[in-house]
């Protein structure tokens, strides 16, 4: 099992950037593929990007191609997610979720963070 807190979020002008951070417990964190996901108000949980156990192969979503880079330091059990170019529509409540396989699939993620707010300002 695996605890997962993430930081970082915050109110930022759009164009701006933002880094996240989620910190994992547990000596286990490299045995996990790792995501991110957002959830906008009145919107479902949608995947943004994720990275496999060993942080050599990613996956985004077209929403965040470009923009966003998920990267991962297993010597700090901490999963990143560097938000750049942040548009209004990236206002959501970001999650970092852990699963057994690199998957975009939220449902596949059993350990989920609480959450942190990111709100862009036009």
């Known amino acids: 099992q695996v605890q997962l807190v993430e930081s970082g979020g915050g109110l930022i002008q759009a164009g701006g950037s933002l880094r996240l951070s989620c910190a994992a417990s547990g000596r286990t964190f490299s045995s996990y593929a790792m995501g991110w996901f957002r959830q906008a108000p009145g919107k479902e949980r949608e995947f943004v990007a994720a990275i496999s156990r060993g942080g050599d192969r990613t996956y985004y979503a077209d929403s965040v191609k470009g923009r966003f880079t998920i990267s991962r330091d297993n010597a700090k059990n901490t999963v990143y997610l560097q938000m750049n170019s942040l548009k209004p529509e990236d206002t959501a409540v970001y999650y970092c979720?852990?699963?057994?396989?690199?998957?975009?699939?939220?449902?596949?993620?059993?350990?989920w963070g609480q959450g942190t707010q990111v709100t862009v300002s036009s």
């Open positions: 979720a852990a699963t057994y396989t690199l998957i975009t699939n939220p449902t596949a993620y059993p350990y």
